[in-house]
Nanobody, 128 residues
Framework: QLQLVESGGGLVQSGGSLLLSCAAS????????IGWFRRTPGKGKEREGI??????????YTADFAKGRFNISRDSTKNTIYLQMNGLKPEDTAVYYC???????????????????WGHGTQVTVST
């Protein structure tokens, strides 16, 4: 059973950067498509996909708001994935989640939210 635990959230000023980590246990993340998602206040319980990448690294989905600012990576030796966020804006304030799925495509994950394993989330707050 794959388990995911996010860390690295916190309070950051507008324009700043933050690196989120997602440590996996129970199985190797190399066998999964992985992704980062967020749920922003005022948008109810709906999560939105930020970045998703296939297990073979040959397919990536990037949400428009993330292009040029956010980057996803994985470290197989640590069984961990990362979300590097630069140029943060107050509207990026949200709970951020990592996720993994063994069978979904990156669009199924990031757009259709077809995800089997979710982390519990980490809060990111961007001040003006």
């Amino acid at each position: 059973q794959l388990q995911l635990v996010e860390s690295g959230g916190g309070l950051v000023q507008s324009g700043g950067s933050l690196l989120l980590s997602c440590a996996a246990s129970g199985s190797s993340l190399d066998d999964y498509a992985i992704g980062w998602f967020r749920r922003t206040p005022g948008k109810g319980k709906e999560r939105e996909g930020i970045l998703c990448i296939s297990s073979s690294h040959d397919n990536t989905y990037t949400a428009d708001f993330a292009k040029g600012r956010f980057n996803i990576s994985r470290d197989s030796t640590k069984n961990t994935i990362y979300l590097q966020m630069n140029g943060l804006k107050p509207e990026d304030t949200a709970v951020y989640y990592c996720a993994a799925d063994k069978w979904a495509s990156v669009r199924e994950m990031c757009v259709s939210l077809h995800v089997f394993y979710w982390g519990h989330g980490t809060q990111v707050t961007v001040s003006t």
